[in-house]
């Protein structure tokens, strides 16, 4: 018997999730282009230098020692014995952390952006449609997906879905900015903490007995351009890492809510496919431009977490072991649980679209078995469709060298940690 839900249009219609509306943050510059937030940067990389003006410490060319200072930190021989003195162009690890928080400000806004037009457009492009019926397990009931969709159409359910948690987002706002900002001070400020007990320890002289080392650290915090007595680089150092963690937490919450939308995805819709493949990627191009956006900023946050070990040591992770607690333990979810549910979605959007043009068929009183040339365009759609590459998490507009610098970069903070116990 021919099923009429394979015939019938289960084309949807969505809202899409919003962080700009629930966390109030680039709310204004919403439509703007994304490079415009290098202004931030600009005006970032300025407070470093006023700060480090004010104190009189930044620096002249002699104090120019990256490649001494990258062979201390792996322990190679270096010529020079390591002076404890650290103006603004000596201290790389500034640098790096600002080249991070100022592409973290910029890739934070494109990954916004991707994310609140993505499920419309996948919806207007048929690559998402309605289930049959809505799909119900412990899971689903468990994270209360059932009971939001309850009483729904199925071709209604995953657009009040939405509607539903970009409501109780922005109801909820306050509860997750407040606590954000909360958070972060303390964060700014046990990482501030932690440089003051034991900044550039990775760079100190070898051979020095504990005492001795102790009184070089103590000297090279004292003559640190935001350290010592330099009270007013001191507190900008820690607004400047205050907005910095605030950046890392955002992409974290709404990266936690993006993740939820994703497994009711699982529950409430059926991939498909653009068949006319408009944008080359049968209709999942939003999709992969948000999921690049996600792989840069994992690969954001572990150059910065790198940079920050190789200052601090990994004996002295404790002073930013929330940031790699959740670093820890949200990479692989925000890295791995999307392939993990969209692995076999190329598939299922075939076998869909083959059960469809098998449905058709008969209804269109063709015996598939039985009448060769009436089958013949039928056959010839279906051998097209099986011979689409359909990968919604594919990267293909950029490098398998960027690709692998993404992988690489995530893992950098792993693989340091690992270099610094055995070299110890």
Not at 176 to 190: D, E, N, Q, R, W
Not at 212 to 226: C, G, K, N
């Amino acid at each position: 018997m021919t099923d009429q839900r394979q015939v019938a249009d289960r084309r949807i219609s969505t809202g899409d999730l919003d962080p700009f509306a629930f966390t109030g943050i680039y709310r204004w510059f919403k439509d703007w282009h994304s490079a415009w937030l290098l202004l931030v940067g600009v005006g970032y990389i300025g407070a470093v230098l006023v700060g480090a003006a004010s104190a009189g410490a930044i620096g002249t060319v002699e104090d120019f020692q990256v490649v001494d200072d990258v062979k201390r930190i792996l322990q190679l021989p270096v010529t020079e014995v390591s002076q404890p003195s650290f103006p603004l162009i000596r201290d790389v690890t500034t640098w790096l952390l600002c080249g991070s928080v100022i592409a973290g400000t910029v890739l934070l806004h494109r990954h916004w952006s991707y994310l609140s037009t993505c499920l419309s457009k996948l919806a207007e492009n048929g690559a998402i449609i309605a289930k049959p019926a809505v799909r119900s397990t412990r899971v689903s009931r468990a994270l209360r997906i059932d009971a939001i969709v309850a009483g729904k159409d199925p071709q209604e359910a995953f657009g009040h879905f939405i509607a539903r948690v970009n409501q109780t987002l922005r109801e909820h706002r306050a509860h997750l900015v407040v606590p954000m900002g909360i958070l972060s001070l303390v964060l700014a400020v046990l990482l501030w903490l932690g440089m003051e007990n034991s900044l550039f320890q990775t760079v100190a002289p070898p051979g020095l007995s504990d005492y001795e080392r102790q009184v070089w650290l103590e000297t090279a915090y004292q003559h640190w351009w935001a350290g010592g007595k330099h009270h007013f680089a001191r507190l900008l150092y820690l607004l400047l890492a205050w907005y910095a963690i605030f950046v890392i937490l955002a992409f974290q919450v709404v990266g936690v809510c993006a993740i939820y939308v994703t497994i009711a995805m699982h529950y409430l819709v059926d991939p498909s496919a653009d068949w006319l493949n408009s944008d080359g990627r049968y209709g999942w191009a939003p999709l992969a431009r948000f999921y690049r956006t996600v792989m840069w900023a994992n690969a954001i946050l572990g150059t910065s977490l790198t940079t920050v070990l190789a200052s601090l040591g990994v004996t002295n992770v404790a002073w930013i072991g929330v940031l790699v607690a959740l670093y820890v333990l949200l990479m692989p979810v925000f890295t791995v649980a999307p392939w993990v549910l969209f692995r076999h979605a190329g598939r299922r959007a075939v076998d869909t679209r083959v059960a469809q043009i098998k449905a058709l068929a008969l209804a269109n009183g063709v015996r598939i078995a039985e009448d060769i040339e009436r089958m013949g365009p039928y056959l010839a759609e279906i051998d097209r469709c099986r011979t689409a590459d359909i990968r919604p998490l594919r990267m293909g507009t950029i490098s398998l060298f960027t690709q692998f610098t993404q992988f690489t970069l995530v893992f950098l903070p792993i693989v340091l940690a690992g270099a610094q116990i055995w070299l110890q």
